[in-house]
């Protein structure tokens, strides 16, 4: 497939291997911020083929991951009850709550399907006027802007028996934290490209030049994440911190202006509860008053929850970077992709998941 | 979760602005998609989609600079003439 296999060339791959080698001088820490790029990393090996000076550490990027326990128990609740269509992304059935998940409501009687997109939630109101569908919503600035247009589309259309549960986060304020924390060791990072595709870059030059740290927006495939690299290890040796764009085949400095526009119509920016990690100021969207029809926690009545997370889970040190997954005691032994504890072993693209997947027995 | 998957636009389906579609291949398996984040998709566009959506549509000129770009650094590696 044009613009996918030129981008996974060995012969490229490795010629950029070199090159970050004869480069680098001393140790540099980077982090790729998004799940999907750890996959990518993790898959392809590509930690076991950089110089050792190069440490890679996985950021919290994966949206399905950082969903909190009370959201999820919120969902299980909801497609609890009688007259209730809940769907969602195929990824957030598995994904335990403090009790039960949503696969396992499902072998319990509850009508719960998996959406391919959120327009199917849609289409699934509009052919069943007597039901509530709810759209169990989770993502980063990529997904957001689907979600925003299936809820703009029920309100114009009017369709009153469609809601929406939303946990929806955003990368920068989550990229601030790791970098005012005291004891963060991240030089550089590589910025989710396809966040970027939506959002633009600005919000990253304003970190790069606050914290004096590189930033390269990075793509998915593996010659994009070791170019990425190479620009970043690039930028250390000369001392410089900016950010520079390695996906600009997709995106450009403002992104994508009509998805923004939906965006600010539809949400607007709140404090967040990270699963993991804790809450993190300005780190989330909420629907507006506007659309209070289309919002399940109003529709529902919902009350917040509060759920205590497994205490020996030390997800929120892996996904700031300062401990590995290999370090916890419960990594492959009393937390696996089939029983996670916490949050980076829930999803394919969680850094727990993915080390269990590629680097179990290393 | 972010996964975005670039597929050539086919043809361009209907004219409501929020529900302009169009016909997407992706290596062979053909899936509508939405066209409202990039009215300026004509087909034989490179798409990159998320969620039924398309999000962005490949700068051609940009990738070719890029890989042209790559591929460079690829032949001198080999040749062993870079530094
Ligand atoms: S291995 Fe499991 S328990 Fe340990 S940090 Fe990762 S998710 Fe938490």
Known sequence: MKYIDEYRDPQIAYALVDRIARLVTKPRVLMEVCGGQTHTLMRYGIGDLLPKEVELVHGPGCPVCVTPLEILDQAVLIAGLPNVILTSYGDMLRVPGSQSDLFAARANGANVRIVYSPMDALKIARDNPRRQVVFFAVGFETTAPANAMAVWQAKREGLSNFSMLASHVLVPPAMRMILESPVSRVQGFIAPGHVCTIMGFREYEVLASEFHVPIVVGGFEPVDLLEAILLLVAQLEEGRSVVENQYSRYLDREGNRAAQHMLRDVFRVADRKWRGIGEIPNSGLELREEYAAHNAERVFGLTPLSVQEPRECISALVLQGLQKPVDCPAFGKRCTPMTPLGAPMVSSEGACAAWHQYKRYV | ?83
């Open chain 2, 1 to 83: 979760m972010c996964l975005a998957v670039p597929g050539r636009v086919l043809n361009v389906v209907g004219d409501d602005p929020a529900f302009r579609s169009a016909n997407v291949d992706f290596c062979g398996v053909r899936k509508n998609v939405n066209l409202v984040y990039t009215p300026e998709a004509v087909a034989g566009d490179f798409v990159l989609v998320h969620v039924g959506f398309a999000i962005s549509r490949i700068d051609k000129e940009e990738a070719a600079r890029t890989f042209q770009y790559l591929q460079q650094i690829g032949a001198l590696e080999e040749e062993g003439l870079a530094r």
